[in-house]
């Protein structure tokens, strides 16, 4: 009796300071259906998998990211609270707003860099507009411009169309959305007449034919749509942006535990199956150190306060 008892201690203490040993919460500061959405839900499921443990998606869309942020900055840094964190969250906010609820840097751990997609842009399938030269005549000919949805105040898609705005020399209005699953609903319902979405959001949407695709905002052109020329190409390089997806915790969490969480997100973007569906999607695998994200962080955020100086989009 002595002995078994002295076991069942041991096993409980050991069980204790086994992570993780209930299930993780992954918060996408997004509206269900949307490109970090999408994305959180792949990772989620393998990451789970092999943890041994659910990770379960929370979505908490607002503030061009910033509620769902901010709940997760405020989490205990225990490592059972993951964000899917964007460049708009932790690279443009920043210069965004007057004020954020969080610290990009101060607030959070980097774990690793999860994927890089390209903006798409595109318009209802009913739109006369066939390039993005034609959608750039076709504003300077309508009063007062056309209007554009994005997935936010401050979102990669937002500033990529400010800075047409001010490279095609025309008018526009901006409609922003909880995420570009909202965005594209009232695409396809000519509610607005173009915008830059992320690849994953839009692209099933494209093959499906309700959509046309006029451009892409990377250098190269997207192994999912061939056809579809770059920015560069349809006579715009500087609309290239390369919006990615990151996971972070929050800062204080253990060292070891941000490095296991790292470790396993590298083994599941190596997996072939894993890479496949991602890639299906439009968007491109990554996997990184964590401090290899935070230099992407802090890159982005230097490069984008520069594209919000010069277009001027602000947000209270």
Not at 69 to 74: E, F
Not at 249 to 257: A, K, L, N, Q
Request: hydrophobic share 40%.
């Amino acid at each position: 009796m002595a002995l078994l008892t002295a076991a069942l201690g041991w096993s409980c203490v050991h069980a204790g300071a086994v992570y993780p040993d209930h299930p993780l919460r992954l918060v996408v500061p997004y509206a269900p259906g949307g490109s970090t959405d999408v994305l959180a839900r792949i990772l989620a499921e393998r990451v789970g998998q092999k943890l041994g443990q659910t990770v379960v998606v929370v979505n908490q869309p607002g503030g061009g990211g910033s509620i769902g942020s901010a709940a997760v900055a405020r989490a205990t840094p225990d490592g059972y609270t993951l964000l899917m964190a964007t460049n708009g969250t932790h690279a443009i906010n920043v210069s965004l707003y007057s004020s954020l609820p969080y610290d990009p840097i101060k607030d959070f751990a980097p774990v690793s860099l999860v994927a890089t997609v390209p903006l798409l842009l595109v318009v209802p399938s009913t739109s006369p507009v066939r390039t993005l030269q034609e959608l750039v005549d076709h504003a300077r000919k309508t009063s007062g411009g056309l209007n554009f949805g994005s997935a936010g105040v401050g979102s990669s898609g937002h500033l990529a169309a400010e800075m047409l705005k001010i490279e095609g020399k025309v008018q526009g209005s901006h409609v922003p959305y909880k995420g570009d699953g909202p965005a594209i609903v009232d695409l396809m319902a000519g509610r607005v007449d173009f915008t830059f979405s992320n690849m994953p959001a839009a692209v099933n949407q494209v093959r499906a034919g309700a959509l046309r695709p006029l451009a892409v905002t990377t250098a190269q052109r997207s192994s999912q749509l061939p056809n579809v020329p770059t920015v560069a190409e349809a006579g715009y390089p500087s609309l290239q942006v390369d919006p990615w997806y990151g996971l972070l915790v929050p800062s204080g969490t253990d060292t070891e535990i941000v490095s296991r969480l790292s470790e396993v997100v590298a083994e599941v973007l190596n997996e072939d199956s894993t890479r496949r569906r991602i890639e299906g999607l439009g968007a491109a695998p990554v996997g990184t150190t964590p401090q290899a994200f935070a230099k992407v962080i802090r890159d982005d955020t230097a490069k984008f306060e520069k594209v919000i100086q010069i277009s001027g989009a602000t947000a209270q």
